[in-house]
């Protein structure tokens, strides 16, 4: 694809080297943190639904930590998951994408269509870090016979970040509680920023 091969030629954006290296260091979720979350499960059961496989659903609430100095590696390791989910550089993107769609068939396209194309899968998935786009591609490789459609690669990467995302949102909401119970007014405050985003159209970044 002309478009993302010129991508994946550009020194700026990526080359083979350069794909090589923005491989993100692997994160995995400390023990204790862990533990704070199972903390904070109030019901667990399964579901057996008539269609579907059957899956374990919870009731979750964030616990009370007083500990300032649980609190502060908490708010750490909340950083560090900010960056594990950083959306990929767009031309790494192109070019991981690129990498993929070579391993199959594909029919050329006029330059007008491929930047179009190119545009598509940047735009699609955009918003996903780099190890999951290069763990859809890889479980694509490996599991699949032909080209991958864009929605595809959306719902594999959309399983790749789910459990992370949700240890994202729990973290948040164990901080937030803390923040609530050492600050009498957080609620207050919240509850006027959350009025004054609704009036506007949109959510407060990270309300529940």
Same mark, same amino acid.
């Given at each position: 694809?002309?478009? =993302?091969?010129?991508?994946?030629?550009?020194?700026?954006?990526?080359?083979?080297?350069?794909?090589?290296?923005?491989?993100?260091? *692997?994160?995995?979720?400390?023990?204790?943190?862990?533990? =704070?979350?199972?903390?904070?499960?109030?019901?667990?059961?399964?579901?057996?639904?008539?269609?579907?496989?059957?899956?374990?659903?919870?009731?979750?609430?964030?616990?009370?930590?007083?500990?300032?100095?649980?609190? #502060?590696?908490?708010?750490?390791?909340?950083?560090?998951?900010?960056?594990?989910?950083?959306?990929?550089?767009?031309?790494?993107? =192109?070019?991981?994408?690129?990498?993929? =769609?070579?391993?199959?068939?594909?029919?050329?396209?006029?330059?007008?269509?491929?930047?179009?194309?190119?545009?598509?899968?940047?735009?699609?998935?955009? #918003?996903?870090?780099?190890?999951?786009?290069?763990? *859809?591609?890889?479980?694509?490789?490996?599991?699949?016979?032909?080209?991958?459609?864009?929605?595809?690669?959306?719902?594999?990467?959309?399983?790749?970040?789910?459990?992370?995302?949700?240890?994202?949102?729990?973290?948040?909401?164990?901080?937030?509680?803390?923040?609530?119970?050492?600050?009498?007014?957080?609620?207050?405050?919240?509850?006027?920023?959350?009025?004054?985003?609704?009036?506007?159209? *949109?959510?407060?970044?990270?309300?529940?």
């Amino acid at each position: 694809m002309g478009v =993302l091969q010129q991508a994946s030629r550009d020194p700026v954006h990526g080359s083979g080297s350069a794909l090589a290296a923005e491989q993100p260091v *692997a994160w995995s979720l400390p023990s204790w943190v862990g533990v =704070l979350i199972e903390r904070g499960v109030v019901e667990r059961r399964m579901l057996f639904p008539e269609s579907g496989p059957a899956r374990c659903v919870e009731r979750w609430e964030a616990p009370l930590i007083e500990d300032d100095a649980i609190l #502060e590696k908490l708010e750490r390791v909340s950083r560090e998951l900010s960056v594990w989910l950083e959306p990929a550089e767009r031309g790494w993107l =192109l070019a991981r994408v690129l990498a993929l =769609l070579s391993h199959f068939r594909s029919d050329r396209h006029a330059a007008s269509v491929e930047q179009c194309i190119a545009d598509d899968w940047a735009e699609d998935l955009g #918003e996903f870090p780099a190890w999951a786009i290069e763990e *859809a591609a890889r479980h694509w490789r490996r599991t699949r016979r032909f080209r991958p459609q864009i929605n595809e690669m959306r719902e594999l990467c959309e399983a790749a970040i789910h459990d992370v995302r949700e240890v994202e949102r729990r973290i948040a909401s164990m901080l937030r509680r803390a923040q609530k119970t050492r600050n009498p007014m957080a609620p207050k405050i919240e509850a006027v920023l959350r009025s004054t985003f609704e009036r506007m159209g *949109a959510s407060p970044s990270g309300a529940d």
